[in-house]
Structures are given as structure tokens and as C-alpha cells.
């Protein structure tokens, strides 16, 4: 009995992995969750996760953490953390970590990556990853290394367009029974009409997959310190909603997208921001 049920929560993991891209490349933070994952052109510490560029407009320590509850059941959660610091005339260092399933069955993605700004228009980011894949005892495990970068460009104070590339080198997980991890390129605008008002826009293509995803996202602020989102994707018609509450150098974010088949998936992540320590202007001259 005990068999049957692993059998059939790992097929669950599998048909999660199809439809949500599994750790190849998880779309992480209910920020971006509520908005329908269209974050390729998102400037924040989740950017790690959606597009490195990002992480280049960062100009202070900053850390994060998020949970997905994907349809509902323990077996199927991705976990993630990430770290970034910016240091000076370098650019900005982000280390970043996802974990998705359970002890019979799991995904985890490790990265590190580089970001740098050259003026206040463009950025470039890259990450590299090794990706893992744990069966239970008697598959044991099998890893990979392999590559993501990606562009960011502040065209005017309201326009931002993006792009980004995962595994652009086609690595294999398994090359002997042809298991590759999945290409995906993306690119996308996000258009600020006011400082209430965002929007964002996004085509995703999986190099294996005929039919692109598209994505849409809007951010509404009634109040500073309140985020209202929704979201839509094309592929798999899923709907997303979110909220987004922020507390100085916190910022804790609710989301869940809505899967016509199978259902919910709630979300929560937090972000917070490492202040600098300030330098007293009193203390006398050395």
C-alpha cells in the first residue's frame, strides 16, 4: 500500500514538473506568483531566481525566503531561499537554493550568481547552477552543472524590458536515456503608468515545447505599504492574486495561482532589506 502511494505522489511530482517547469527553472516569490510569473523585468532579490539582471539595481544587503504549496499537498512544496550583497565597483553577488518534493522523490537547484550595472540603463546577469535529481534508495541521485544569464534594460523611468535564457548549452540530466533539463528563453516589458500602477508583460518558450506561454501581470497600489496583484498565463489557462504588505525593510507577499484541473497553489515569501550601519558624523577625526 505504502509503494502505491509513493508511486502515485511521484507521479503527481512528475505532472507538477511538466506544468510548473519543476527546479529547472521554478518561478519563485508570491510577488511574481500573484502576477502570473511575468517577472523577467522585476528589479529585487528574487530576480535570482527569474532574471540575474535584476539583482544588478540592488544597492543593499538582502536576503529572502518563500514556500509554494503546489495543488495543495506537503509532497509537492518548493522551498527556496536566496542571499545577495552588493560590493562595491564588482557588482552584486547572490547565492540562491530550491528544493522541491519529498524524501522518495526530489528536486533542488543550487546557484550562484553575478550582476552588474553599467550606467542606469543596462544590466546583465548570469548564474550558474547545479541541479540535482534524489530518487529513494535504489535510483540514488544524479546532478548537473549548467548556465542562465540574462539582460535588463531601463529604457525611460517607465519602461523596463528584459530577457533571459536557461540552459542555454541543452545539458543533460541523463544523457544515456536522453534526459535533457529544458532550454527556456523569455523576455518581456514592464510598464510603470504611475507610481500605483504596474504592468507587466511576458512570453516564455520552452525550446521542447511547440506552443509559448504568455504571461500577464498588473500591480495596483492603493497605499504605500499595500501591493494588490493578478495575473494570467496562456498555457495551462491559469489565474493568480495576490497581495503585497510592506513594513520598512520587510516585505511579506501572499499569492496563489488558480490551475483549472488541478487546482490551488498558494504561495507566501518574504523579503528583507540589511540596512547600513551609518556613520557617526560626531565622532572626531582621525
Not at 528544493?99 to 553599467?118: L, N, P, Q, R
Not at 518558450?205 to 504568455?214: M, R
Amino acid at each position: 500500500m505504502k509503494v502505491s502511494i509513493s508511486l502515485l505522489i511521484i507521479s503527481l511530482l512528475l505532472t507538477a514538473n511538466q506544468l510548473l517547469a519543476s527546479n529547472s527553472n521554478n518561478p519563485v516569490g508570491a510577488r511574481a506568483g500573484a502576477m502570473g510569473n511575468a517577472s523577467v523585468t522585476f528589479t529585487s532579490i528574487y530576480s535570482g531566481f527569474h532574471n540575474q539582471a535584476g539583482l544588478a539595481f540592488i544597492d543593499k544587503a538582502e536576503f529572502g525566503i518563500s514556500y509554494r504549496n503546489n495543488f495543495l499537498l506537503k509532497q509537492t512544496g518548493l522551498k527556496s531561499a536566496i542571499f545577495a550583497i552588493p560590493i562595491k565597483k564588482i557588482g552584486v553577488i547572490g547565492i540562491s537554493i530550491n528544493s522541491f518534493g519529498y524524501s522518495a522523490y526530489g528536486e533542488h537547484k543550487f546557484g550562484i550568481a553575478y550582476a552588474k550595472k553599467f550606467g542606469d540603463v543596462f544590466s546583465f546577469g548570469l548564474q550558474i547552477d547545479y541541479l540535482q535529481t534524489q530518487f529513494n534508495d535504489s535510483y540514488g541521485k544524479k546532478g548537473v552543472v549548467l548556465g542562465e544569464f540574462g539582460v535588463l534594460g531601463k529604457l525611460t523611468d517607465e519602461l523596463t524590458i528584459g530577457a533571459h535564457i536557461f540552459n542555454p548549452t541543452r545539458a543533460y540530466l541523463d544523457k544515456e536515456i536522453d534526459d535533457r533539463v529544458p532550454s527556456i528563453i523569455k523576455a518581456g516589458l514592464g510598464y510603470e503608468f504611475s507610481k500605483k500602477l504596474l504592468t507587466s508583460i511576458e512570453i516564455e518558450k520552452d525550446l521542447d515545447i511547440t506552443k509559448p506561454n504568455f504571461k500577464v501581470g498588473i500591480e495596483y497600489k492603493p497605499y504605500k505599504q499595500i501591493a494588490l496583484r493578478l495575473g494570467v498565463n496562456s498555457n495551462y489557462v491559469k489565474a493568480s492574486f495576490g497581495v503585497g504588505i510592506y513594513l520598512n525593510n520587510l516585505v511579506i507577499d501572499i499569492a496563489s495561482e488558480y490551475h483549472q484541473t488541478l487546482g490551488f497553489v498558494p504561495q507566501f515569501s518574504l523579503k528583507y532589506s540589511i540596512n547600513k550601519k551609518k556613520k557617526n558624523t560626531n565622532a572626531p577625526a582621525n
